[in-house]
């Protein structure tokens, strides 16, 4: 298992900008593909970006595509998550999670490990 602790959110206005950290302990980061799930009050957890061990291919959520970046940084055990032009029902709270040795998912059930999560609020 690996340990996965979020940083970066706060409070930001409709337009602004936001960058999220998670840092991974334990086993070997680069060996992990990476991700960013949402959880808003009263609705399920969503999808939003996923980073693949190895060739770093990514994938995002509808809602998300062209306004959020996924990356990583295997030399420091971090994937970011880097949001701009965030909206109001941006607002939730982003989890990081991790699967070992696998490909790519949208499914939060096919990761293993989870952050604590770290609350996004974008005020209009």
């Known amino acids: 298992q690996v340990q996965l602790v979020e940083s970066g959110g706060g409070l930001v206005q409709a337009g602004g900008s936001l960058r999220l950290s998670c840092v991974a302990s334990g086993r070997t980061f680069s060996s992990y593909t990476m991700a960013w799930f949402r959880q808003a009050p009263g609705k399920e957890r969503e999808f939003v970006a996923v980073i693949r061990w190895g060739p770093g291919l990514t994938r995002y959520g509808d809602s998300v595509k062209g306004r959020f970046t996924i990356s990583r940084d295997n030399a420091k055990n971090t994937v970011y998550l880097q949001m701009n032009s965030l909206k109001p029902e941006d607002t939730a709270v982003y989890y990081c999670?991790?699967?070992?040795?696998?490909?790519?998912?949208?499914?939060?059930?096919?990761?293993?490990?989870w952050g604590q999560g770290t609350q996004v609020t974008v005020s209009s």
């Open positions: 999670a991790a699967r070992y040795l696998s490909g790519i998912s949208s499914m939060k059930g096919d990761f293993s490990s």
